[in-house]
């Protein structure tokens, strides 16, 4: 069963560097789509950025393109999600998402949709605050 540990997170400074770490547990990244998504009080789950199963596209949502950084680490097994300019409004619990590409058709793309994939991780609260 496809299990996704999460780490990093916590208290960070606006302008500090935040960094957010997933990896898969019991399977290689290069057979699964992972996503990041977060969810503030109040508020519906958005989808953050998403990297393919090959690591050659990703996607962010605007809110987040230009501060945001989805990368693969093979050796490491594990996904990152960083900025080095966080915002108060970055204030949310972040969950790592993970699905199986088969087809080859998905290898190669991904979508900030929650319902695309079907293994999640246990969140991690980040808060940006001074």
């Known amino acids: 069963q496809l299990q996704l540990v999460e780490s990093g997170g916590g208290l960070v400074q606006p302008g500090g560097p935040l960094k957010l770490s997933c990896r898969p547990s019991g399977f290689t990244l290069e057979y699964l789509t992972i996503g990041w998504f977060r969810q503030a009080p109040g508020k519906e789950r958005e989808g953050v950025s998403c990297s393919s199963s090959t690591g050659q596209f990703t996607k962010y949502a605007d809110s987040v393109k230009g501060r945001f950084t989805i990368s693969r680490d093979r050796f490491t097994n594990t996904v990152y999600l960083q900025t080095s300019s966080p915002k108060p409004e970055d204030t949310a619990v972040y969950y790592c998402?993970?699905?199986?590409?088969?087809?080859?058709?998905?290898?190669?793309?991904?979508?900030?949709?929650?319902?695309?994939?079907?293994?999640w991780g246990q969140g991690s609260q980040v808060t940006v605050s001074s």
């Open positions: 998402a993970a699905n199986f590409a088969l087809r080859e058709a998905d290898q190669s793309t991904c979508n900030l949709v929650p319902k695309d994939f079907s293994a």
